[in-house]
């Protein structure tokens, strides 16, 4: 059984704290609708940088997971990365060997950005794949039950399909038994143009979740333009820091060049037959 006070009745590590309090920690001294700036963040001090969120060719990305290694090692200051393709973890955790072969300066998370039927969802700290289609909540249990973490995508986005909106995120915060470890309110892609002002506004008015910032990077160029402050240098720092509610979002929107990259590769041979073989999924799925 797993429970809010440890997954799987064991412990006290893994607790999500609901507490508004406690989880607005991170995001104390912000405004309403502002994510954290380089400035803020060496103050509080989180000097920790982690992006969670961005996918591969494995999934919709332009770039390899090899690619991806090397340009976080070599062209970003950040701490900690976790690859979340739509519904596959293969690329994942194939990235994690990778990783674990090399010697890189940075931590890395295995992950998943899992399709529910109300919105996309980040699986972080997994081993397998959480199905695709499933309920939000049957979603979230999956994630708890291998130790994992569940942190909604890109909500409160009006008239993106993938993004779970408000009467989805009150039944979670209602429930007893179900929860959100914590909310993405900075998505530096298109998700996030008006979005993220209104959900870290709603969720620290509301919901009080741990806030994280991230790129949801479909190319090299747009990985790091939206990060989590924290305290700490490591995957274990940022768990740690998501669970007592002390991250903060930070970042800027992708830019030109990014939404270039992108879409030079989706125009391209490679690119089409992945978005070919991605829309063949989604009808899957909707059967």
């Given at each position: 059984m797993v429970t809010r006070d440890g997954y799987n009745g064991t412990g006290n590590e893994n607790k999500a704290l609901n507490s508004n309090t406690i989880a607005s920690l991170g995001t104390a001294e912000l405004a309403r609708r502002k994510q954290m700036t380089l400035q803020q963040a060496q103050a509080a001090g989180k000097h920790g940088k982690a992006d969670v969120h961005m996918h591969s060719t494995y999934s919709d990305g332009s770039a390899t997971i090899e690619q991806i290694l090397q340009h976080v090692e070599h062209n970003t200051g950040l701490d900690v990365i976790a690859i979340t393709d739509h519904d596959v973890i293969e690329g994942s955790l194939r990235a994690r060997d990778l990783w674990r072969e090399g010697s890189y300066r940075f931590d890395f998370i295995v992950g998943e950005e899992v399709t529910t039927k109300e919105g996309h969802l980040l699986g972080l700290f997994i081993e397998k794949r959480i199905p695709a289609g499933l309920s939000m909540e049957r979603s979230i249990d999956l994630i708890h039950e291998q130790g994992g973490l569940a942190i909604i995508a890109h909500p409160l986005h009006r008239f993106f399909r993938h993004s779970c909106q408000r009467t989805v995120m009150d039944r979670i915060h209602a429930a007893q038994d179900v929860w959100f470890d914590g909310a993405e309110t900075w998505n530096a892609s298109f998700c996030g143009i008006y979005a993220n002002g209104v959900a870290m506004s709603i969720n620290r008015q509301r919901y009080g979740l741990p806030e994280l910032g991230n790129s949801d990077a479909h190319s090299l160029s747009a990985i790091a333009s939206g990060v989590t402050w924290f305290e700490g240098e490591n995957a274990a720092d940022l768990r740690t820091m998501i669970l007592a509610g002390?991250?903060?979002?930070?970042?800027?929107?992708?830019?030109?060049?990014?939404?270039?990259?992108?879409?030079?590769?989706?125009?391209?041979?490679?690119?089409?037959?992945?978005?070919?073989?991605?829309?063949?999924?989604?009808?899957?799925?909707?059967?």
């Amino acid at each position: 059984m797993v429970t809010r006070d440890g997954y799987n009745g064991t412990g006290n590590e893994n607790k999500a704290l609901n507490s508004n309090t406690i989880a607005s920690l991170g995001t104390a001294e912000l405004a309403r609708r502002k994510q954290m700036t380089l400035q803020q963040a060496q103050a509080a001090g989180k000097h920790g940088k982690a992006d969670v969120h961005m996918h591969s060719t494995y999934s919709d990305g332009s770039a390899t997971i090899e690619q991806i290694l090397q340009h976080v090692e070599h062209n970003t200051g950040l701490d900690v990365i976790a690859i979340t393709d739509h519904d596959v973890i293969e690329g994942s955790l194939r990235a994690r060997d990778l990783w674990r072969e090399g010697s890189y300066r940075f931590d890395f998370i295995v992950g998943e950005e899992v399709t529910t039927k109300e919105g996309h969802l980040l699986g972080l700290f997994i081993e397998k794949r959480i199905p695709a289609g499933l309920s939000m909540e049957r979603s979230i249990d999956l994630i708890h039950e291998q130790g994992g973490l569940a942190i909604i995508a890109h909500p409160l986005h009006r008239f993106f399909r993938h993004s779970c909106q408000r009467t989805v995120m009150d039944r979670i915060h209602a429930a007893q038994d179900v929860w959100f470890d914590g909310a993405e309110t900075w998505n530096a892609s298109f998700c996030g143009i008006y979005a993220n002002g209104v959900a870290m506004s709603i969720n620290r008015q509301r919901y009080g979740l741990p806030e994280l910032g991230n790129s949801d990077a479909h190319s090299l160029s747009a990985i790091a333009s939206g990060v989590t402050w924290f305290e700490g240098e490591n995957a274990a720092d940022l768990r740690t820091m998501i669970l007592a509610g002390q991250t903060a979002p930070g970042g800027k929107l992708w830019n030109v060049g990014a939404y270039a990259q992108w879409v030079r590769y989706l125009m391209s041979k490679q690119g089409r037959e992945a978005r070919r073989e991605r829309i063949n999924t989604d009808i899957a799925q909707i059967a």
